[in-house]
């Protein structure tokens, strides 16, 4: 297990910084501005990493079995309703709560949202392949699930550090501190859709529509509001394993 992730995270980090690296050094040298075309192809391919490289390491390690389930998870849409509206009511509460206290603006019609979505698809939601669908499960062998969402939580965040030298990017302005207290938050939900479902197709919908719904409830720097949505997030958490776990014991 630990060569496993060793390896699914070696590659990961080593991609995504290279393709990253290549828009810092690009950009400090005059060469190449964020948001032109060549600039968000090394953006978004550095972005989707974590899936490819999981994907590619399932084929290269696993047995034809083994890769065969997993795609299979990936691509299973066949889910109870309910829970469909519990992962896309879980990720419009976690947008739009903050708007209540301070924590984010409503900059947008709500249907952006969905124009959003298949965008947002590949610019997000397909990480989940390698961060749920692999990172959480390996490391849940070994930990406990709390200590699981945490570590991945902490990982995915400084996964992402590389963006905040991209000038012009939108993690350039960003607080480091609230969003990782932000993602760590969000480990937890999608922690908690993955316990109850065994559905990495779930997740990927849900990170989908957070980014979706974030381009409307734009959030903000403030850290009591991130504080506030870590604890909101812990919550559903153990609300919903408890669930899961009565489900189980009745069954």
């Given at each position: 297990?630990?060569?496993?992730?060793?390896?699914?995270?070696?590659?990961?980090?080593?991609?995504?910084?290279?393709?990253?690296?290549?828009?810092?050094?690009?950009?400090?040298?005059?060469?190449?501005?964020?948001?032109?075309?060549?600039?968000?192809?090394?953006?978004?391919?550095?972005?989707?990493?974590?899936?490819?490289?999981?994907?590619?390491?399932?084929?290269?390690?696993?047995?034809?079995?083994?890769?065969?389930?997993?795609?299979?998870?990936?691509?299973?849409?066949?889910?109870?309703?309910?829970?469909?509206?519990?992962?896309?009511?879980?990720?419009?509460?976690?947008?739009?709560?903050?708007?209540?206290?301070?924590?984010?603006?409503?900059?947008?019609?709500?249907?952006?949202?969905?124009?959003?979505?298949?965008?947002?698809?590949?610019?997000?939601?397909?990480?989940?392949?390698?961060?749920?669908?692999?990172?959480?499960?390996?490391?849940?062998?070994?930990?406990?699930?709390?200590?699981?969402?945490?570590?991945?939580?902490?990982?995915?965040?400084?996964?992402?550090?590389?963006?905040?030298?991209i000038s012009g990017s939108p993690q350039s302005s960003m607080s480091f501190l609230c969003f990782s207290i932000t993602g760590i938050a969000?480990?937890?939900?999608?922690?908690?859709?993955?316990?109850?479902?065994?559905?990495?197709?779930?997740?990927?919908?849900?990170?989908?529509?957070?980014?979706?719904?974030?381009?409307?409830?734009?959030?903000?720097?403030?850290?009591?509001?991130?504080?506030?949505?870590?604890?909101?997030?812990?919550?559903?958490?153990?609300?919903?394993?408890?669930?899961?776990?009565?489900?189980?014991?009745?069954?």
């Open positions: 297990m630990e060569k496993d992730v060793k390896r699914y995270l070696w590659y990961t980090f080593a991609s995504s910084w290279i393709l990253w690296g290549i828009i810092i050094i690009a950009n400090q040298l005059n060469l190449m501005r964020y948001g032109t075309p060549l600039s968000m192809l090394f953006f978004i391919a550095g972005g989707l990493t974590p899936p490819i490289c999981e994907i590619w390491i399932k084929k290269k390690y696993s047995s034809s079995n083994d890769y065969k389930s997993f795609i299979k998870s990936i691509l299973n849409p066949r889910h109870q309703v309910v829970w469909y509206i519990i992962v896309i009511g879980l990720a419009f509460i976690f947008s739009f709560l903050p708007t209540l206290f301070g924590g984010a603006t409503i900059e947008h019609p709500l249907y952006i949202a969905i124009l959003a979505f298949p965008i947002m698809i590949i610019g997000g939601g397909l990480e989940e392949i390698g961060w749920r669908g692999f990172l959480q499960s390996a490391l849940q062998k070994k930990f406990s699930i709390i200590s699981s969402t945490v570590i991945v939580g902490i990982i995915w965040t400084v996964w992402h550090l590389p963006l905040w030298f969000l480990s937890f939900l999608l922690a908690a859709i993955l316990y109850g479902t065994k559905s990495v197709f779930l997740c990927i919908i849900f990170h989908t529509f957070i980014n979706s719904f974030w381009s409307v409830f734009v959030p903000n720097e403030r850290l009591l509001p991130a504080c506030f949505m870590l604890i909101f997030a812990i919550v559903m958490f153990i609300v919903i394993e408890k669930k899961t776990n009565l489900i189980l014991d009745i069954n």
